[in-house]
């Protein structure tokens, strides 16, 4: 039977009400008109719904929303009980993953129930790990591209995950049994608005150890900022190695946000074994900023990125923050 799957035109609408009424009976109140495609200057994607058809008939859909780089969410896979055992909803999350890496974003984040555990084999299968947990649901992360990490894991092919959490953060942690090598990327943020104060996913630090390389990094900015006031994202290197690193960081930001001081938001850095650097990248919030995709968004903040570029590793850091 052909199956098509694709994001929701104007013929689908009634489709989606279908769906939604029959596999959320006690949501019929409710009257769900998604929108169309939304594609800005900034590449904001912002909400759009995914609807698989089975000989023309919806089958299915999801929703995914994309409103700040580098995040984008993927909510609400519904398949109806007619056509379930046939990979439809498997389908749905790999077209949701591939329309989120060809827009640029970097993961692709969604939340989960702890009990469902069919649903979490079939998001571990396609790459999704634990990043967060909350009361009752437990937030996963699809890298789409997260360069040092498939450069560890090629290095190192025998690497194995666990992780580590804490009360608002989870650790994830690749290691080489042979005793090679390790990185570790530490996210925080919340899975969903109900478990803390609204912060979004973040990842305030990354760890690799690799031979003689060795790197310890971390960002930070402050929790609320305003429009038009410059704040400064901090970031830190420690050389863990045995030999000197050198590197660059630079400033990874949505637009409207712009270097304070003009300049391209880089510096770069020679650190010897065991030594720290440190710099204070300005930023400011343009006026113009638009704050459209808050509105859609299970959170409300914003990321503020700093992309590392050390040796053969590329990796990126995202502290969520506040707009006043």
Not at 123 to 143: C, E, K, Q, S, W
Not at 156 to 167: I, Q
Not at 237 to 259: I, W, Y
Request: aromatic residues 10%; contains cysteine.
């Amino acid at each position: 039977m052909p199956v098509h799957i694709g994001f929701c035109a104007a013929q689908y609408i009634h489709g989606e009400e279908v769906v939604r009424s029959r596999c959320s009976p006690h949501m019929r109140e409710y009257t769900f008109i998604w929108p169309e495609l939304t594609l800005t200057e900034e590449n904001c994607l912002e909400q759009q719904a995914i609807v698989a058809t089975v000989d023309g008939a919806v089958a299915g859909r999801a929703l995914l929303r994309a409103g700040y780089y580098p995040f984008a969410q993927f909510m609400g896979l519904e398949v109806l009980p007619a056509f379930r055992g046939r990979g439809l909803g498997s389908q749905i999350v790999d077209y949701a993953i591939e329309q989120a890496a060809a827009r640029g974003y970097l993961a692709l984040h969604l939340l989960v129930e702890y009990g469902n555990v069919f649903a979490q084999r079939m998001y571990a299968r396609r790459g999704f790990v634990p990043a967060d947990h909350g009361r009752y649901l437990l937030r996963m992360v699809r890298f789409l591209n997260y360069p040092a990490l498939s450069q560890f894991t090629w290095e190192h092919p025998l690497a194995t995950l666990s992780s580590r959490h804490g009360e608002r953060t989870r650790e994830l942690v690749w290691t080489d049994p042979l005793g090679k090598g390790e990185i570790s990327i530490g996210f925080a943020g919340e899975s969903r608005l109900g478990d803390g104060e609204g912060f979004g996913p973040g990842i305030h630090h990354c760890d690799i150890q690799s031979g003689d390389f060795g790197i310890r990094t971390t960002s930070a900015a402050p929790d609320l900022v305003m429009k038009g006031v410059p704040f400064t994202a901090r970031t830190s290197v420690v050389n863990t190695g045995s030999t000197e690193l050198s590197g660059a960081c630079r400033l990874l930001l949505n637009s409207g946000f712009v270097s304070a001081d003009g300049s391209p938001g880089v510096a770069e850095f020679h650190i010897a074994a065991g030594e720290e650097w440190s710099v204070e990248l300005p930023i400011v919030i343009l006026d113009s900023f638009s704050t459209t995709a808050l509105e859609v968004c299970d959170h409300h903040s914003l990321p503020v990125g700093v992309e590392f570029f050390v040796n053969n590793y590329v990796f990126w850091l995202a502290k969520q923050v506040k707009l006043e």
